[in-house]
């Protein structure tokens, strides 16, 4: 499975932005599909995450109600809707992706810079 992440920019506080997340190759066995991020001079953390086949969410606390994950299986897509952006929210994204019977996110993305001005 590879993947692309797209979508990340510089944006003002309280803006908004959408980062995309395309899958390509074997992509018939996806179990879930994530986000992360990492700041600088930080560990990465887990940001939301959306089970591909029933579109089950979940969240990081901190941005609970302000980002939002969302799929496209047509397009092997996912897609993370960012609102209401804080300056603490300023990482570089990346995507990832678990098989079933992977016990973890075996494939990752590029990673995408989001910076949030205050």
């Known amino acids: 499975v590879q993947l692309q992440a797209s979508g990340g920019g510089l944006v003002q506080a309280g803006g908004s932005l959408r980062l995309s997340c395309a899958a390509s190759?074997?992509?018939?066995?996806?179990?879930?599909m994530g986000w992360f991020r990492q700041a600088p001079g930080k560990e990465r953390e887990f940001v939301a995450v959306?089970?591909?086949?029933?579109?089950?969410?979940d969240y990081r606390e901190s941005v609970r109600g302000r980002f939002t994950i969302s799929r496209d299986n047509a397009k092997n897509t996912v897609y993370l809707q960012m609102s209401s952006l804080l300056p603490e929210d300023t990482a570089v994204y990346y995507c990832?992706?678990?098989?079933?019977?992977?016990?973890?996110?075996?494939?990752w993305g590029q990673g995408t810079q989001v910076t949030v001005s205050s």
């Open positions: 990832a992706a678990q098989n079933y019977g992977d016990s973890y996110y075996a494939y």
């Open positions: 190759g074997r992509t018939l066995n996806l179990y879930r």
């Open positions: 959306i089970r591909w086949n029933d579109a089950i969410t």
